[in-house]
């Protein structure tokens, strides 16, 4: 089979290098950074010379993308893959989308005989590289049941959630709560570094104790070794964020935690942080107290 991989980067890279050393497909793969391109052709894909000639030639092609609209310029665009990929051809996309565009693409490449598979990802760069992410697959159970052998070949867990739209709420409702989760445990160890507290007896506590989270340990290793290098940039915790507040206001659901949230990512993007690993926001506190929360 083979199998097209659009957008090769800090996510879409590393799934795509299992996907090349876990089967036997033929990967061609097509990303704007030929850096990115090279990784993975060196370890036996092929490059595609654009978006056009992906779809074109591949059975299945999977996109992992920055943000929606680049999901639907990719897809619905000029030269994408709605007007170049065969009828029957099954398209992936493993990006953090909102529900509403990506039931706009897949009607749009249904009506071209095209089955689509929203399937955003969860882990982040470190499980991806391991290849055990986690997939929320939206779409027809058949063909995920069919495309289940290639998922599962970087990934360790794989959900079908319902009909499209349902991976993208999956999605979004899970880093809503992540991000809140870390952003209180930003708080709270700032609390600690106010109190004079040994920080490493706190962590001790806390990692055995009710506070301990997935996002506590994230972002107390960062601040702790005062090491914001982007894993999962705070620019895409905010993008995801945004989506997740949009989902709550078309159903209605009252905000009292997300919209703080996106307030302490305003403030972190504002300072210039936008760029640097979302567990950055601790030096939003840092900055307003002078005072650095390190072990």
Known sequence: MKVGFIG????????????????NHEVIVFDLNPDAVKVCTDLGASAGNSVADVAARCDVVLTSLPMPTHVEAVALGAGGIAENARPG?????????????????????????????????????TRAAEGTIVIMVGGDEAVCDAQRPLLNSFSSEVVHTGEVGMGSVAKLINNMLAF?????????????????????????VITNASGFSFSYRSLAGKSFAGDFKPGFSLD?????????LELADELGVPGMIAPQVMSLFRMARGMGMGSDDMSTMIRVYEKALDTEVRA
């Open 180 to 204: 809140c989760n870390m952003a209180a445990a930003a708080e709270a160890l700032m609390m600690g570094a106010k109190s004079g507290i040994d920080l490493k007896k706190l962590d001790q």
């Open 236 to 244: 895409l915790a905010h993008k995801d964020l945004r989506l997740a």
């Open 89 to 125: 051809t099954v398209y992936i996309d493993l990006s953090t989308n909102s529900p509403t565009m990506a039931r706009r693409v897949h009607a749009a490449l249904a009506a071209k005989g095209i089955p689509m598979l929203e399937s955003p990802v969860s882990g982040g760069v």
């Open 8 to 23: 090769v980067g800090n996510m879409g890279g590393p799934m795509c290098r299992n996907i090349i050393k876990n089967t």
